[in-house]
Every structure is written in structure tokens, then in C-alpha cells.
């Protein structure tokens, strides 16, 4: 129980400063594509800031491990993360990095509980966007035959490639490009996925609280006409008990006695004397 309650601990202390170095990450990487002509210096400096915000989730992904209660449990839940934190170690490519920190940023993004799945929605399309435009023209800017030469091209290329519209006045030209495309491609349509089962799910609830509405009511109805019924049977028994045809109620048995026709009436006084 201690284990379980320290990692919590820890996830909750590192959500902020893990998203702001993801912050950091976007500005490094961002720079050295959308300013060419920036110095070698520079671009050196970016680099660095990109593997220092892969090793940063990379140790959190080893502290959170130490801290599980049931460490392999724990490889085969989180393996997104695992495969995250390994990819640039073994091939370290600039894109790999960029897709590591994606992932990573994104895993521990849904697991913060203060983020809906609206924000979640909104965050990741923006992210892709950003991202899939600084990936492909870092990639096609200098290819022979590419057409995607400006950061417009790039984020109109994006737009049109996540929302599989296509039109086909820019399309990548080399290798690495076109699996960028397939990754927004994909992504695209899984987002749109959520989207849509989202928007559905709350129209969902929203007729099953007018129905839930709708049945209370129907019940009180119901109850009131019960309690309607119940009254008026409880005035016609009255009624019957009161009713003026000469009839007495015996209090004993709660039957009614008639009075004969023609028993004798007893004498009254007469007032003179």
C-alpha cells in the first residue's frame, strides 16, 4: 500500500514539470526547423534540450517502475512507455525522439485526473498538427523533387492529410515523409473516432437523464392517482356509513339494523299536563 501510495505521490509532483519540459522540447525542436539559417551553435543547444527532456521522462518512467508494486505488471501495462523511453537509444534519429516524447507526454497526460477527455482531444490534435508540419518539412525542404518548401505548406499539407481530405497540391516525395504522412493519417482518424464517439456518448446521456426525468415523473403521477383513488374510496365508505333511508349502524358488529314499519312510537308527554 506504500508503494502504490508513493507513486501516486510522485506522478502527482511530476505532472506539471514533466509537461513543462514537453513545452521545452516543442520550442527546441521547433526552432531549428522554422529558422534555416540559424547557426550551428544553436542548433547544438536544441538537440541538447531534446535529449534532456527524453532522459527527464525517461527517469520517470524508471522511478514509477521502482515504485510499482508489481514491477512486471507494471512492463506489460506501461509498454508504450518502455518502447518510448528504448527507441532513441537504439537508433537516435531526431524523429524518434520527437515520437518517444510524443508518446510519453501523451501516456502521462491521460493520466492526469484534472484533464478531460475533451482537453485530451483538443491537446492532441494541435500537438500532431504542430508537429507532423515541423516533421515533414524538416524532412521534404530539401528533397529534390518536394513541393512542401514553406512552414504554410506544411501545416496546409497537415490539415488536409489528418482529416484524409487529400487534395494533392502538396504530397511528401521522400521515404521518411511519407511515413509521416501515414502516422497523421492514422492518427486523424482515430481522433476523429473519438470525437465522434464522445459527441455520442453525451447525447447519450442526455436522453438517458430526460428519460430518468420523465420516468420520476410518470411515477409520482402514478402515486397521486393512487392516493386520488384511495381518498375517494375512503369518502364514498363514509358516506355509505352517514347516509338518511332510517337505517342505524349496529356499533357492535358494524352491520346496519332496519327499523320496522310498524313498532310502536313511544308516548310523549303532553307539554299541558
Known amino acids: 500500500m506504500d508503494h502504490v501510495s508513493a507513486q501516486a505521490r510522485w506522478e502527482g509532483r511530476t505532472q506539471r514539470p514533466l509537461l513543462a519540459l514537453a513545452v521545452a522540447f516543442a520550442v527546441a525542436y521547433a526552432v531549428p526547423i522554422v529558422d534555416?539559417?540559424?547557426?550551428?551553435?544553436?542548433?547544438?543547444?536544441c538537440t541538447g534540450v531534446e535529449w534532456v527532456v527524453w532522459a527527464a521522462f525517461a527517469l520517470d518512467y524508471l522511478v514509477?517502475?521502482?515504485?510499482?508494486?508489481?514491477?512486471?505488471?507494471f512492463v506489460r501495462r506501461h509498454w508504450p512507455d518502455l518502447c518510448a523511453v528504448v527507441l532513441p537509444v537504439l537508433q537516435p534519429l531526431r524523429l524518434l525522439r520527437l515520437v518517444s516524447t510524443l508518446l510519453l507526454v501523451g501516456r502521462r497526460a491521460r493520466m492526469a485526473p484534472?484533464?478531460?477527455?475533451?482537453?485530451?482531444?483538443v491537446g492532441?490534435?494541435?500537438?500532431?498538427?504542430m508537429f507532423g508540419s515541423l516533421a515533414v518539412l524538416s524532412?521534404?525542404?530539401e528533397a529534390p523533387d518536394g513541393n512542401i518548401r514553406t512552414l504554410g505548406d506544411a501545416v496546409w499539407w497537415s490539415f488536409t492529410t489528418m482529416t484524409t481530405v487529400g487534395y494533392g497540391d502538396h504530397a511528401p516525395t521522400t521515404g521518411l515523409g511519407r511515413m509521416i504522412a501515414v502516422g497523421l493519417m492514422l492518427s486523424g482518424i482515430a481522433l476523429l473516432g473519438v470525437v465522434t464517439a464522445n459527441i455520442a456518448a453525451w447525447f447519450i446521456s442526455r436522453f438517458e437523464k430526460d428519460d430518468v426525468e420523465e420516468r420520476r415523473q410518470t411515477e409520482a403521477i402514478a402515486a397521486l392517482a393512487e392516493e386520488v383513488r384511495l381518498l375517494r374510496a375512503e369518502v364514498a365508505r363514509l358516506a355509505e356509513h352517514q347516509r338518511p333511508d332510517g337505517g342505524v349502524?349496529?356499533?357492535?358488529?358494524?352491520h346496519e339494523v332496519p327499523v320496522a314499519a310498524n313498532a310502536p312510537t313511544p308516548l310523549r308527554r303532553d307539554a299541558a299536563g
Open 124 to 129: 492532441a490534435v494541435v500537438g500532431l498538427l
Open 139 to 141: 524532412v521534404e525542404r
Open 36 to 45: 534555416a539559417p540559424a547557426g550551428h551553435s544553436l542548433a547544438a543547444v
Open 114 to 121: 484534472q484533464i478531460r477527455l475533451t482537453t485530451y482531444v
Open 64 to 73: 514509477r517502475l521502482a515504485l510499482a508494486p508489481n514491477r512486471r505488471d
Open 249 to 254: 349502524e349496529n356499533r357492535a358488529s358494524g
